[in-house]
């Protein structure tokens, strides 16, 4: 028997959980906060084994998170599962309390040799109907069963938890906006200096040879320099760096994105940052006139695939871009004929910050964050990126978006269809 009155233990259990509650306000990791919880069950129920499991949110069987205070061998190596008794809390929300579980039956996945586990005292961590876990301690045959007063206490402790559970999941989910938030201001500001390098070019073109230059030519100067300037503009106000939403993340702007007009934007950008290459639009039958998404991540994403071949062109080369179905995405094929990629260095092209050796000897400008942002940008909207190539004989780079699911497929009429620029 327990030396002490269930009073005197309910009131040191209350004082050891004051004491959690300050210990949980920290902004830590989850696992990190699971440790003084468990251990805080065995604390202050005097139990010889306690754990606590985490659910997956919308799952009431996968577990995400688990910690425990007890031998290691009375667990499996990979996460356990809410099966058995163990599971009844989670589809009850109720405590589940008894003396001795051999026999029991129910005690499916409780150990009950090595040591032997006897009483079971299992509290659902509740948030309004919702159950995000559950809190367990256990004891040996030679230990006594628990009580009322270890029930109301690890009711109470269960209560700390799913505190504790919610915050690290707003923090995290805080994190993982502001970790977006960055990567699209370094996208944005990433992008801003291909209509720059326009604008630039333009001006130097004025102030060379303003005198020499037609009507038409100075008209067609100056309106570049304006598209550049508005690029710039779209860019610092649009959705890359726009204000958060409600969540705290970046704003993202999904619509029905028109691949002619994406095209045809695209080319009138890019077709000045190097006149000397062409760019080359090619439409494969029964490709998607359309898709939903972000109109502005999209364009993003092709600005740098484009721009990146382009770089790696000679002046008289094609770059071309094809636009074809691939099942419930449109695909964008973007084919220049440089030097190529070693297969020794394609596993790395779209790693930050990473260049090729042959791009560092050529002096082909650039930080090497291109391809990274091609990749982030396509995964932001469920797509994939790739690359076929070989040395000496060019490169495709590839992007895939997908169509919205419940979006009739519109397909173009068969036959050819392509136009130069």
Known sequence: MRDVTAEERR????????SLARQLLDEKPLDALLTPIVDTAKEITGAEFSAVLVLRPGSQREVAHFAYNAPRELFP????????????????RAVVRTPDIRGHPQAVGIPVEHPPI?????VPILLGDRVLGEVVVANSPRNPAFDETDEALMDELAAHAAHAVTLARIHRAHEDDEETRRGLV????????TPLTVARGFLTTIRSYGNELSDEDRDTSFDSIEQALDR??????GPLLGNPDSTGGPTR??????????????VAHLSEYRPEVSLEVNFEPGGPESFVGDRVVARELLDNLVTNAIKHSTAG??????VRPEGESVRFDVTDRGPGIPPSEQDRVFDKGYRTHGSVAAGIPGTGQGLSIVRRLAELQGGTVGLSSRTGQGSTFWATLPLEPSARRRRRPEGPAAFLW
Do not use: C
């Open 11 to 18: 009131m040191a259990g209350l004082s050891r959980l004051n």
């Open 118 to 122: 006897a009483a079971l005292l299992a």
């Open 186 to 193: 370094e996208i944005a500001l990433h992008d801003i200096r």
């Open 317 to 322: 080369d094609v770059v071309s871009i094809t």
């Open 77 to 92: 190596e990979r996460l356990p599962r809410a099966v058995g008794l163990l599971a009844e809390p989670i589809r009850t």
């Open 253 to 266: 702007a999904v619509e029905v994105v028109d691949v002619n007009v994406l095209m045809d934007e695209l």
């Open 232 to 237: 710039i503009q779209s860019l610092v106000e």
